[in-house]
């Protein structure tokens, strides 16, 4: 689907998955993503395991996306690759159809040396630029309350802006539920020349004990009124979930009103709950 046709239906969507690790669980999300098509996403995205652990299994996972007539992208991520690994890779995916990547650093596994040829994404995304040329369209990561392992908000905006200027198209935020903050970033980012169209990553609220444990590893603030809504819900499920939409499409239309160019869903290889938010937003097909 064309950014023109998406705009027709209010704004564009892209979806995330994770590669399954079971015949089972990838019978699935199969069944999943037939179901989320019907928002006619602009791509799908998959994600890739910490040093490159999984990538197999992601690409095996962006091949079946692209059988069933859908744009794929995949996560691409550098720590510990070298030049070569890289190249293959690419050549790789190039041949299976993708003209979409999602370039990162990426996490190192336990007990894993820092070795390899890259340091940063951005490093990444140089490199994929100077073999491949124009070949793909390169997504970044965007971080609106900062990275957590960044220095300072300021460090963080910088290396933001240098992913840009290497060759990144856009970004992709980290989930948040401050919709100034991602006004913010977008604006300082913009001040520093970094004007690539930034697409805030939304994560549905399903389970609170999830959504809190995901939160403090990957340094995405809950809002303490929400921390507390969540609390008081105990193990109420229905009441968790019910919250949950509210407060995800609330932000989602703050979003929207406020211009943000499309939704990245982080799906959680679930649908019910992306359905939702985009059938409340007027966006399901």
Request: charged letters at 20%; a negative charge.
């Given at each position: 689907m064309?950014a023109a046709?998406?705009s027709?239906?209010?704004l ?12 089972e ?18 791509f ?10 999984t ?5 095996a ?8 007539g ?9 720590i ?9 890779q690419l ?15 990426g996490?190192?596994p336990s007990?894993y040396g ?6 940063y994404?951005?490093?990444l ?18 971080y ?5 392992q ?5 460090a ?24 100034d ?8 980012a913009?001040k ?9 990553g939304?994560m ?25 809504r969540?609390q ?17 499409t609330q ?7 406020g211009g943000?160019?499309a939704?990245?869903?982080y ?17 399901a097909?």
């Open positions: 064309t046709t998406a027709a239906t209010g564009p969507v892209s979806l995330e998955f994770f590669p399954p690790k079971t015949p669980g990838a019978s699935k999300l199969q069944a999943v993503r037939q179901q989320l098509y019907a928002l006619r996403p602009e799908c995205s998959v994600t890739y395991g910490a040093g490159g652990s990538h197999e299994g992601t690409f996972t962006v091949r079946d996306i692209l059988a069933e859908m744009d794929a992208a995949s996560h691409f991520s550098c510990g690759a070298t030049r070569d690994t890289v190249r293959e050549a790789t995916l190039k041949a299976m159809g993708v003209r979409r990547l999602v370039a990162l650093r996490d190192l007990g820092l070795g390899g040829e890259f340091n994404a951005s490093d995304v140089a490199f994929i630029r100077a073999e491949t040329g124009q070949d793909f369209q390169i997504e970044v990561a965007a609106p309350e900062v990275h957590p960044a220095k300072s908000p300021e963080d905006l910088q290396a933001f802006a240098t992913k840009v200027r290497a060759g990144a198209d856009s970004a992709i935020t980290q989930y948040f539920y401050n919709a903050a991602y006004f913010r970033f977008v604006e300082d913009r520093l020349g970094a004007d690539v169209p930034v697409v805030p939304i549905p609220i399903a389970s609170s004990t999830q959504l809190l444990r995901f939160s403090d590893a990957c340094g995405a603030e809950i809002p303490r009124w929400i921390r507390l969540l008081a819900y105990g193990d109420d499920t229905a009441s968790i979930k019910a919250f949950g939409l509210d407060v995800v932000l989602c239309e703050q979003l929207r009103q943000a160019p939704l990245h869903f799906t959680m290889n679930q649908n019910t709950a992306t359905l939702e938010i985009c059938k409340r937003l007027g966006l097909g």
